[in-house]
């Protein structure tokens, strides 16, 4: 439906020529067979355009890593994710791979990064998320494979018009529409967004979601975004800049968000998670494990933790490990 060209980003532009076009198909429509990525190799002579060339490269299907997926909503019509109120139901914008398909060239290996909205349970209320993905290939050029995929889905909220970019480290940051018609938690179209480092567990966006801007009225139209758009600073080549819509009484608006995922500090160490127990009364003894990120970038070793939980008492013990940059520990 809506082929995608790489976007390069970064201080190294990629070689000349076989310029990839990348989409995807979906089993469920008409003539597919299976899920599957699709790349093709563009070259075009602007001196004389009939010299021009345009070939398919590559399938990437469920051998080559690719997990199933489901991108239809309501038979294909543009009336798709509900609203809190009786606002009309908003475009999910699927069969299109989102802005940009953002190309990294590292020392080692070349990176794409892109989403597109799926369908996470078909089989129930439809409910939008965020499929992504990370191709590589060898620094050299040649064919592509995926490097890792994940959904992201993280409640029962719809999240959709996303827009992807990585930054000079190999850190993700994704941004994002959310909505949730529930009449007890209701979310009108708010923008949010969450990310992972480079040396995270794959396909997880390990990042704790947050917001830019949270909307306090719905879309008075079907009509939904059309695009979103996540650019990566060029002078730092780390600073995550998205922009989005979203509404207020009377109002069709844009907010710009930015956000950093590479270290800021040298030393920088916090606690993102309590891994242990996950609910329940404490009791006096009680066991508690917690997760320890360095958000810094220098190592850190025996330093104190402090922490309370649910108001109780702090707790301060003594680290004694080491935590490399940007990794977290338990």
């Known amino acids: 439906y809506s082929p995608a060209g790489f976007f390069a980003v970064g201080n190294e532009l990629p070689p000349v020529g076989n310029a990839p076009i990348i989409y995807y198909q979906d089993d ?9 990525l699709k790349i093709w190799l563009v070259n075009v002579d602007w001196k004389d355009p009939l010299n021009s060339t345009i070939e398919e490269s590559q399938n990437i299907g469920p051998a080559e890593g690719v997990t199933p997926f489901h991108s239809v909503f309501d038979g294909g019509s543009f009336t798709n994710l509900s609203q809190p109120g009786n606002a ?5 914008l699927q069969g299109a791979i989102m802005y940009p398909t953002a ?27 965020i499929r992504w993905y990370e191709l590589r290939q060898d620094a050299g050029g040649g064919t592509w494979s995926v490097y890792q995929e994940g959904t992201y889905a993280p409640d029962n ?33 708010s923008l949010r967004y969450t990310g992972r480092y480079a ?26 975004g059309d695009y979103s758009h ?30 950093k995922i590479a270290p800021t500090y040298v030393n920088d160490v916090g606690v993102v998670a309590v891994v242990s127990p996950k609910n329940g009364a404490l009791g006096s003894q009680e066991n508690i494990t917690v997760t320890i990120r360095n958000f810094g970038s220098a190592p850190q070793s025996n330093f104190p933790v402090t922490f309370s939980i649910d108001g109780g008492n702090q707790i301060t013990e003594i680290f004694t490990g080491t935590i490399p940059s940007t990794q977290q520990a338990e």
């Open 88 to 92: 009309p139901d908003v475009d999910a």
């Open 28 to 36: 469920a429509w008409l003539g597919v067979n299976e899920d599957h």
């Open 199 to 224: 040396g995270d567990p794959l396909g997880i966006m390990t990042l704790q979601e947050e917001s830019i801007v949270e909307g306090t009225t719905p879309d008075p139209s079907n009509r939904y």
């Open 230 to 259: 996540m650019t990566i600073d060029p002078v730092d080549q780390e600073t995550f800049w998205f922009i989005g819509e979203y509404f207020k009484p009377g109002s069709r608006l844009n907010r710009v968000g930015v956000f």
């Open 103 to 129: 190309y990294r060239q590292f020392p080692t290996h070349n990176s794409v990064v892109f989403n597109f909205v799926v369908d996470v349970d078909p089989s129930a209320v439809e409910h939008a998320g």
């Open 157 to 189: 909220s719809d999240r959709w018009c996303g827009s992807i970019g990585i930054d000079a480290n190999g850190n993700i940051g994704l941004g994002f529409t959310v909505i949730n018609d529930s009449p007890e938690t209701p979310i009108y179209p």
